[in-house]
């Protein structure tokens, strides 16, 4: 299977900060990834897919980098509706994985 | 829009099997696989298996089989999972999903 370690686990940001989310898959994944934000209680809403393809209707802020194994999310003005876990998903190869998830806070 | 609504929330006890629906509406059912994941604190997302609703083939993760079962009834654009011989670690929210779009979640409590 493949792996993937997300990084970091947590994070706070200042209204307006500029941060990143890292994934990296144990091989290639091809731009297979996308990236899923969940807020509590709620189902996960992709925000990203094909690694930099920006989903309709999220914001611009969301940006979505990387090839090969190193892949990365990036919010550019952090706003409070932002706060919530954030996990990628590797598509390139069954079974399916996803990352263990990074939980944002706003600080 | 899509549009995935899954059954209500089930308290089952071990050693038996609990069916979750998936009814999908705003897009046609056969043209887009249908995945169903795992979700608990412990061990995050776990991707069970996908199911192909126009020919009804599946694929499953290695870890599920013999778990789960995945069917369709294309006539009311309804996905299926049965879990069997369920234990507390099979306590969980589970999702149908496709892509961009996920169900609700349906909360599975295995308990005597």
């Known amino acids: 299977d493949i792996q993937m370690t997300q990084s970091p686990a947590s994070l706070s940001a200042s209204l307006g900060e500029t941060i990143s989310i890292e994934c990296r898959a144990s091989?290639?994944?091809?731009?297979?990834l996308a990236w899923y934000q969940q807020k509590s209680g709620k189902s996960p809403q992709l925000l990203i897919y094909?690694?930099?393809r920006l989903q309709d209707g999220v914001p611009s802020r969301f940006s979505g980098s990387g090839s090969g194994t190193q892949y990365s999310l990036k919010i550019s003005g952090m706003q409070p509706e932002d706060e919530g876990d954030y996990f990628c998903?590797?598509?390139?190869?069954?079974?399916?994985?996803f990352g263990s998830g990074t939980k944002l806070e706003i600080k | 829009q899509v549009q995935l609504q899954q059954s209500g929330a089930e308290l089952v006890k071990p050693g038996t099997s609990v069916k979750l629906s998936c009814k999908a509406s705003?897009?046609?059912?056969?043209?887009?696989?249908m995945n169903w994941i795992k979700q608990t604190t412990g061990q995050g997302l776990e991707w069970i298996g996908i199911?192909?609703?126009?020919?009804?083939?599946?694929s499953y993760n290695v870890k599920f089989k013999g778990k789960a079962t995945l069917t369709v009834d294309k006539s009311s654009s309804t996905a299926f999972m049965q879990l069997s011989s369920l234990t507390p670690e099979d306590s969980a929210v589970y999702y149908c999903?496709?892509?961009?779009?996920w169900g609700q979640g349906t909360l599975v409590t295995v308990s005597s």
């Open positions: 999903a496709i892509g961009a779009g």
């Open positions: 705003g897009y046609t059912f056969t043209s887009n696989h």
């Open positions: 199911i192909n609703p126009g020919s009804g083939g599946t």
């Open positions: 091989e290639d994944i091809y731009s297979n």
């Open positions: 094909a690694a930099n």
């Open positions: 998903l590797q598509g390139s190869k069954f079974p399916l994985t």
